[in-house]
């Protein structure tokens, strides 16, 4: 029948149109009155194919909130007066009823039944029965009638009356072929408003109307050209489909076209069902010529209003169709103020109805701009939302809500919200039981696997995102009851079945990261493990030492044990773990306390080793460096911990990869390590050809692409400079990875002043070791080469020669020199006092300091997902906090002077 | 308050006067300073142009002869007794208010809010 359709009038034969209702039977073939020949109407009853030929009867705008499912092209008999004759016309009894109800909408792709089965023009039965429209055709209807979620009146065709339905109401259809809803669900099915006519939905479906201005006139139609672009593709979509056949028709103008109601369809051709919505007059009215409109926005923020359910259902889910990726119409449900309305419509006792409000505000939700995510905030969204999800036992309602608590946790403000609200939720419904984490430790079964479910993803992502909210954030998380437990249990799940590369894994692990840092300021309890200094740079610190545990590390047999043998030189033992130092667990520990246990380390390792996701390892590369950052008991084991579980030569290979976050997370993670003697001595033999490497790479890169980037460049330069201090072999080691030339290349080549300090503070460094002057002078360096830019850290005159510089900066650095091999320390030329500069961080404070911020910079804002399915997740994470700068000085530690 | 090499620098300036407190054999003005020639300019918390390589004042300590006088946290002191401290080490600057022959100093400082006022003032 769509065949026959098509033949059908052409589009301009609006007379016809007027015509049409009067004959609702003969509309099969006849073109309705339609409006606009080329668009296709938005009557519901006409059918306009796409060539705009045919229209059909048009039958009442489809605001049937019933979402008819069978796209059929029918024609409602129409009766005298041009009202469908509804009552037992046999176009309703053909209509299938049930497909068409509202299923249509909201199920994309199910049969479009948008024949609604009032038509009210026309009364014609559509020819074709319903016939399920798919996808495409829904297309077609759509554009003529815009899949208006309208479906008035009763819900469910019925036939009896089932024309009408209540006017305006209109499914929200969420248009064909476009991606409608986030959700995936397809076409909208093309909401056969049914014509209902009552009140007046009748919005015509293809707002052109190019046809006489009289025919609109019935409908009162009036053009809406509103341009839309969302609508205009969907219609235009539509027009492609109706092609099939007069599908389109059948989509009975009765939708108010699919497109959204703002959108505009541009009608133009095929008598498309779009048409530019109109404000029609209502269906009784327009008795003559029903037409059918989009219904707009407005209109559908009405229709969650209405008393009936499935219309309130419709209605968002055309709301939730409108907005998918349309930052407009979002803009605008927020100012018409609809997001309260859905809001409260979470708490609705029909889960229909529950399920597309939460569609709906997931599309809302998503996007850069805040002000939704804001609304949602001020009229309780969250509470609402975390409501929805404990009581929700259908997965895709847990899904939705989830995503959208993904969305909404990227914007700054809500976080510490949706940690208050929902943080015991989430962990205790989702996070625990999806981990496979046994609370009580069940020793009949074995382990479960945690389940990588979508749940679980968005969860765990919404969870990423709140615990990088600061220090109040941290201790909430790390104090949830069981959720570090689960995380951990999930990881090493994951680090079981070798499936690390997948996002919820890397969630997780973001999450870890985040809460290792500071983590030796933060928990409670920690100032019991804080130790009077940090890692003993040339004097000894005077905690025991013990060898004991150098057996550990003899354990293997593989040539890289020859690392701890050399590393393992003099007394400078690490603590050993079975000493007193480590603090007694009369239990296993839980809760945070796992955050800092040696037994992550192993699991942050093998995530180094087996993953291929780049933010997994950075994640777990900043996790390592957060936890060795500290000044406590607990750092001092993690860091002896990864030297024995062999991780340091993991890292040193990370520092090989191309991506630049990992190389960057890697290095400050090496430089933390290396406040361990051993480590610092391992890391210097191994480890400095690949920072060296580096460093190369970036004053010099190989391949354009291959330039790492500042915050880069200057960790690795750190790192360099850690493992230089206060140990003179480590400073051979770098002269001869041939080091020094790029160094020296480095700090003249002034891209970037913050590299150019650190290079050339390392090059201070380095020069301090008068052992070394014998060589470095033997091969041409001479100290004001090396002092060369350390003055001079702005702009410095292309400098590579070192006279050039301000004379008034040379006897310190002379000072700086003649300080002997502090190594470490920055030769404060004033006797300050305090060892606080303006910085106010005495030299050892910075070095952990150093280490903090580096630490800090593993706290990154992460990924925000993009629960609404076809678009892709945004960008990379912030970048990294940068180094502090002190390090980086070549000038020594502001230091003031009491006078 | 920039300096620009060559240009005489202009400031508005307020005179303290500081008596040194004897604490055992030392004088102390109770008050530290930062900058300096020779230092880090860009850390100085409280200068304005963070190019400057003044005298700042960084610290105060509570009841002492430099907050008595009213010498306020972050004044950049131009000049001491008559002898520059706009243009001087770190360590030159310590010397020249701890002198033990002094018992008095005379600083000039200036501050922003020095500054402002009197901009403030001649513009309205």
Known sequence: ?899 | MSYIPGQPVTAVVQRVEIHKLRQGENLILGFSIGGGIDQDPSQNPFSEDKTDKGIYVTRISEGGPAEIAGLQIGDKIMQVNGWDMTMVTHDQARKRLTKRSEEVVRLLVTRQSLQKAVQQSMLS
Not at chain 1, 90 to 111: A, Q
Not at chain 1, 317 to 345: D, M, S, T, W
Request: overall charge neutral.
């Open chain 1, 1 to 899: 029948m769509p065949a026959e359709l098509r033949q059908e009038q052409s589009p301009g034969s609006q007379a016809s149109l007027v015509t049409m209702p009067e004959a609702p039977e003969v509309l099969e073939e006849t073109v309705t009155v339609e409006e606009d020949p080329g668009t296709p109407t938005s009557h519901v009853s006409i059918v306009t194919s796409e060539d705009g030929t045919t229209r059909r009867t048009e039958t009442k705008v489809t605001k049937t909130v019933k979402t008819v499912t069978t796209r059929t092209v029918r024609q409602v008999p129409v009766g005298p007066d041009g009202l469908p004759l509804l009552d037992g016309g046999p176009p309703l009894g053909s209509f299938p009823d049930g497909p068409l109800d509202r299923h249509f909408l909201l199920r994309g792709g199910g049969p479009a039944a948008t024949l609604s089965r009032a038509y009210l023009s026309s009364g014609g039965s559509f020819t074709d029965g319903p016939e399920p429209r798919d996808a495409p055709s829904y297309g077609s209807l759509s554009r003529g009638l815009g899949m208006r979620p309208l479906r008035g009146g009763p819900l469910g065709p019925d036939p009896g009356n089932g024309c009408f339905t209540l006017p305006g109401r209109r499914e929200a259809f969420p248009v064909g072929p476009e991606p409608v809803t986030p959700a995936g669900r397809s076409q909208p099915e093309r909401f056969q408003a049914e014509s209902y006519g009552l009140e007046d939905d009748t919005r015509s479906l293809a707002a052109d109307d190019e046809g006489g201005p009289e025919l609109e006139s019935d409908y009162g139609t009036a053009t809406r050209k509103r341009p839309d672009c969302g609508r205009v593709l969907r219609t235009r979509a539509y027009e492609d489909v109706a092609d099939d056949g007069g599908e389109l028709l059948e989509d009975r103008p009765l939708y108010p076209a699919v497109t959204a109601p703002l959108a505009q369809p541009e009608r133009g051709s095929l008598g498309s069902l779009d048409r530019v919505v109109r404000r029609s007059p209502s269906v009784n009215s327009a008795r003559k010529e029903p037409r059918w409109r989009d219904p707009e926005l407005p209109e559908v923020l009405a229709m969650l209003r209405h008393p009936v359910d499935p219309v309130k259902a419709n209605a968002a889910a055309y709301l939730q169709h409108l907005c998918f990726e349309n930052e407009g119409i979002k803009r605008r449900v927020r100012q018409l103020r609809g997001l309260p309305l859905l809001v409260a419509l979470l708490d609705h006792p029909r889960a229909e109805v529950r399920r597309r409000a939460c569609g709906a505000l997931r599309n809302l939700s998503y996007g850069r701009d805040t002000d939704n995510k804001a609304a949602i905030r001020d009229c309780g969204g969250v509470p609402a939302l975390v409501r929805l999800l404990r009581a929700a036992r259908d997965n895709e309602v847990r899904e939705l809500v989830t995503g959208t608590l993904w969305n909404l946790s990227s914007y700054e403000p809500l976080k510490m919200v949706i940690i208050d609200h929902g943080l015991q939720t989430l962990t205790h419904e989702v996070i625990v039981p999806h981990s496979g984490w046994e609370r009580e430790p069940n020793e009949d079964s074995k382990p479960r696997d945690a389940e990588w479910t979508t749940v679980f993803k968005n969860t765990s992502g919404c969870l990423r995102n709140v615990s990088s909210d600061g220090a109040e954030a941290r201790r909430r998380l790390r104090e949830c009851e069981g959720l570090v437990d689960a995380l951990l249990h999930a990881l090493q799940s994951a680090v079981g079945r070798k499936d690390t590369d997948n996002k919820s894994v890397e969630n997780c692990v973001c999450i870890m990261r985040n809460l290792s840092y500071h983590v030796h300021k933060e928990v409670p309890g920690a100032d019991r493990y804080q130790e009077a200094e940090p890692v003993p740079p040339a004097g000894a610190v005077g905690s025991q030492r013990r060898r004991r545990d150098d057996a550990g590390c003899f354990g293997g047999k593989k040539a890289k044990e020859e690392w701890f043998h050399q590393g393992k030189k003099d007394s400078e033992m690490d603590r050993n773990f079975d000493t007193l130092d480590l603090p007694k667990r009369t239990e296993a520990a839980k809760g945070f306390e796992l955050l800092y246990q040696p037994e992550v380390v192993r699991l942050y390792l093998s995530l180094l080793t087996e993953s291929r996701n780049f933010n997994t390892l950075e994640a777990a590369a900043g996790a390592l460096q957060n936890l060795s950052a500290g000044n406590w008991t607990w750092a001092t084991y993690i860091r002896a911990t990864v030297r024995k579980e062999r991780g340091l030569p993991v890292l040193v290979e990370l520092l090989q990869s191309e991506t630049d976050k990992v190389v960057r997370a890697v290095a400050i993670a090496l430089r933390n390590l290396s406040l361990d003697r051993r480590n610092k001595d391992l890391i210097g033999s191994y480890a400095m050809a690949e920072l060296v490497r580096n460093v190369r790479n970036a004053q010099a890169p190989a391949r354009p692409r291959a330039r790492l980037e500042e915050d880069t460049v200057v960790a690795v330069l750190n790192t360099i400079h850690e493992i230089v201090s206060d140990s003179l072999d480590n400073a051979r080691s770098l002269l001869q990875a041939r080091g020094v030339p790029a160094l020296v290349a480095l700090t003249a080549a002034c891209q970037s002043v913050r590299e150019a300090k650190a290079a050339s503070h390392v090059l201070q460094t380095v020069w301090s070791y008068k052992e070394l002057r014998g060589a470095l002078q033997r091969d041409g360096w001479t100290k004001a080469r090396f002092q060369s830019t350390a003055a001079n850290t702005k702009g410095p005159k292309g400098a590579l020669s070192p006279g050039s510089f301000d004379d008034s900066t040379l006897p310190l650095v002379d000072k700086n020199l003649d300080g002997e091999k502090l190594g470490s320390q920055d030769v404060i030329p004033m006797e300050a006092l305090g060892p606080d500069g303006y910085s106010t961080v005495d030299r050892r404070e910075r070095k952990s300091r150093g280490s903090e911020l580096a630490g800090e910079s593993s706290e990154k804002e992460p990924l925000k997902s993009d629960p609404s399915r076809k678009v892709p997740p945004p960008g990379p994470s912030r970048p990294a906090v940068r180094l502090v700068d002190a390090v980086g000085d070549t000038k020594p530690q502001p230091v003031d002077s009491w006078v």
